[in-house]
Every structure is written in structure tokens, then in C-alpha cells.
């Protein structure tokens, strides 16, 4: 199968361009749960080792059912499909633009959760219009074994978050591996809780904030992924979901820019505006403005004699 690899801010993304599964008729939504529940072997061995790599996230390109849309894109990492990708999409709009497919100018991209907007500034500078986001639940206390007691919030931004704003480690990157041991012991209290997002949404991301390095900008997050790999982006739908916390405590007023940091030192300039009045939950619609760069252009070749074929289990 053929394929283009990305980064946005430093996470990877792997674009499949060419020799997807018949994942047969219907809403995108139900073809990511096709994906999901049966072609886990195809999607994990696009993205673990040996042939793929930590952190990277996956997007199989699909006809879109809306015309107005130039694709359709269904996202995943090593451990499952998910709903929405901001890094992966920014990814997916620079790898379009290298293909030819899109010029500078707005698009609009169809995926499993809704329509989003991409608005290709120049050849690597995507900025993205998201899914309506909201919070949840507002202070939700945990006492975690080994970690102490945190106060997070659930919101949504295209996928399940749990936003802390006061991390319980130092959010710096030489505490990586300390971060992602603490948040792996939260999602794992949140379970053990039962805490859950609206309608049984599987809480699978976890963000903690801190100060930013840099006192020009607004703060730094780690970001931990579903497969217990750290976003090295500052995460597009965790933005969104953090944007709507935001905007429900009245500490970012609508349109004002701030940038945010990733563990890893690079940003997304990121601000918001109010969904329409009448969607519930005080939804706001974020922008995200990030850069990607394509990295390689290459064709995957599953060997069924490789015993590793579908990844490192």
C-alpha cells in the first residue's frame, strides 16, 4: 500500500493514500467501525514497529459521502480508531497540498465524529476549524495511588479528555517518563471510578498543564494518547476540549489569540468562537494554526511470512 508520512509540530502521521480495506457503504462513522472491529491487524501494523513508529497516528484517506468535502479520513493509533485528530488533520491538508489535490484556500475534510474546515495558509501552515467542543464535568477529584489527589475536568474536543490544570509532576521534558506514568495512574483511577463522557464517551486521553517555558506564551501540556504514547504536538482536539474549559471559566474572551506549548517545545496558536446559541452545552469552535511537513513518500509491504507482519504485539 502506498503511503506519505507527515509531521505536525513534531507528531507523526501516516496517510494512506492507496490500498485501504473495502470497508463497504454507509456513514464514515460506521466505516470506522468496520476498521475498528475488523481490520485491527491492517491499521495497528501501519503504525507500531518495525513499520511504523512510536506516537505516530494513522489516516486512511475514504470517498467522502458530503461532495462538498475534498476527502474523507478516518483516524487511529496502536490502540484504537478515533473519532477526530487535530495533528493528524493538519498532517492530511499538507499531504493533499504535496499530492496536488488542494491549494492555498479553505476545504472542508469529512471524518468519523463531523465536518471539520482546513485552511491551507501556504505549503506547511494548516489551520484548522473543529468539531463543536464542550466540557462535561467541571472539578472532577480523584485520589491516585502513588500520585495524590487531582482536579481535572472531562471535555470534548473530537475525542474524550481529562484536562488537569494543575499537574501533579512538573510539566517539563525532562520528566517525560514521570508524566507519562502519572497520567497512565489517573485514566487508570477515572476507570476505576467509572467516570465517563457524555453518553458512555471512553475518557482515553489525558492532559496535565503547567507554566510555559517561554512567558510570551500562554502555558505547556503533556498529552497522553490512547496507546500510552505522549503527543509530542500540543494536541489539536485537546486544544479544542481545553478551549472550551476556557471559555466556560471566563479566562480567554472569543477571537483572542494564545499559543500554546507541547512538551516538546513546539506550538499551535489556538482561539476560539461560541457554536451557535442553540447548541448545547456552550460548544465553542476552535481554530488551530500549526505547521506540517511531509517526510517521505513510500510503499508498505506486508511480508505474510514475517511472523511481526501486524507489529510488535
Not at 28 to 57: C, I, N, W
Amino acid at each position: 500500500m502506498l503511503v506519505i508520512d507527515s509531521h505536525t509540530e513534531g507528531e507523526p502521521t501516516r496517510v494512506i493514500i492507496e490500498g485501504g480495506p473495502d470497508l463497504g457503504k454507509g456513514t464514515l462513522a460506521q466505516k470506522a467501525q468496520k476498521l475498528a472491529t475488523d481490520h485491527q491487524d491492517f491499521y495497528r501494523s501501519l503504525v507500531v514497529e518495525p513499520y511504523g513508529q512510536e506516537a505516530m497516528v494513522g489516516a486512511l484517506l475514504v470517498e467522502p459521502n458530503d461532495p462538498s468535502c475534498v476527502a474523507g479520513v478516518i483516524y487511529f493509533d496502536a490502540a484504537a480508531v478515533i473519532g477526530m485528530c487535530g495533528h493528524g488533520t493538519i498532517g492530511v491538508a499538507a499531504t493533499l497540498a504535496h499530492m496536488g489535490k488542494i491549494g492555498v484556500g479553505s476545504h472542508r475534510l469529512e471524518t468519523p465524529v463531523g465536518i471539520v474546515e482546513v485552511t491551507l495558509n501556504d505549503a506547511n501552515t494548516v489551520t484548522l476549524q473543529n468539531i463543536p467542543s464542550y466540557r462535561f464535568q467541571k472539578g472532577v477529584v480523584l485520589d491516585v495511588a502513588e500520585v495524590g489527589t487531582v482536579i481535572g475536568d472531562v471535555a470534548y474536543g473530537g475525542n474524550w479528555f481529562f484536562i488537569v490544570d494543575q499537574s501533579p509532576v512538573t510539566v517539563h521534558p525532562n520528566n517525560i517518563r514521570q508524566l507519562t506514568e502519572a497520567s497512565i495512574k489517573v485514566r487508570d483511577a477515572l476507570y476505576a471510578k467509572g467516570i465517563e463522557g457524555k453518553e458512555g464517551g471512553v475518557i482515553d486521553h489525558i492532559i496535565f498543564y503547567g507554566p510555559a517555558l517561554d512567558s510570551a506564551h500562554h502555558s505547556r501540556n503533556f498529552v497522553l494518547c490512547p496507546d500510552n504514547a505522549y503527543d509530542r504536538s500540543p494536541c489539536g482536539t485537546g486544544s479544542s476540549a481545553r478551549l472550551a474549559c476556557l471559555a466556560a471559566d471566563q479566562l480567554l474572551a472569543p477571537k483572542n489569540e494564545i499559543y500554546q506549548e507541547s512538551i516538546i517545545g513546539s506550538g499551535y496558536t489556538l482561539s476560539y468562537q461560541f457554536a451557535s446559541p442553540d447548541h448545547p452545552s456552550h460548544a465553542v469552535i476552535s481554530r488551530i494554526t500549526g505547521q506540517a511537513f511531509v517526510t517521505r513518500e513510500s510503499k508498505i509491504m506486508a511480508n505474510p511470512n514475517d511472523p511481526l507482519c501486524h507489529g510488535v504485539p
